[in-house]
């Protein structure tokens, strides 16, 4: 596998760690307005004699916002080196394929190509982006 691909896929993973994080993030959220507080200030019920779950509920809304911020890094820097390819074929398959995660049958009905020709341009665009890192050691 290019190291191409490898940052590609590593961007795809961290977008759907995101969507697993903020939904766990919100499910401690409702543990917490169970338990008696909600977050606009006010009790709903009773002084909760334990607000260990609201400490633990903003750690984990600081980690979740500090991986977000960490992967919004990464996906502008790969951005910055994807912009400088030549192809602009290239450059919306990749930003369709790994930033907004559609699929090759998806691209191929968008840009009325064929499933095959944008296997190809993938393989293309992955070795255009291989010769770019290569130039800018992002990697």
């Known amino acids: 596998m290019t190291e191409a691909k490898k940052l590609l896929l ?3 993973k961290r ?8 939904e766990e993030l919100e499910r401690q959220k409702r543990l917490c307005e169970v338990r008696g507080i909600n977050f606009e200030g006010e009790r709903v019920q009773g ?22 911020n960490e992967t919004i890094k990464l996906k502008r820097e790969l951005m910055k080196v994807i912009d400088k390819m030549e192809d602009g ?6 930003y369709k394929r790994y ?10 009905k968008e840009t009325k190509l ?3 020709h ?11 982006l ?3 890192l290569e130039t800018e050691k992002m990697r």
């Not at 977008?15 to 903020?22: A, Q």
């Not at 930033?99 to 191929?108: G, L, P, T, V």
């Open 89 to 94: 074929n290239c450059i919306g398959l990749l």
């Open 47 to 68: 002084s909760p004699k334990n607000e260990n779950p609201i400490i633990e509920y903003i750690q984990m809304k600081d980690d979740v916002q500090a991986y977000i």
């Open 114 to 116: 064929t499933y095959k």
């Open 99 to 108: 930033f907004m995660r559609k699929s090759y049958n998806e691209i191929a």
């Open 10 to 12: 590593s961007i795809m």
């Open 15 to 22: 977008d759907k760690i995101i969507e697993y994080k903020l």
């Open 130 to 132: 291989d010769s770019l």
């Open 118 to 128: 944008i296997q190809r341009l993938h393989e293309r665009a992955l070795r255009e």
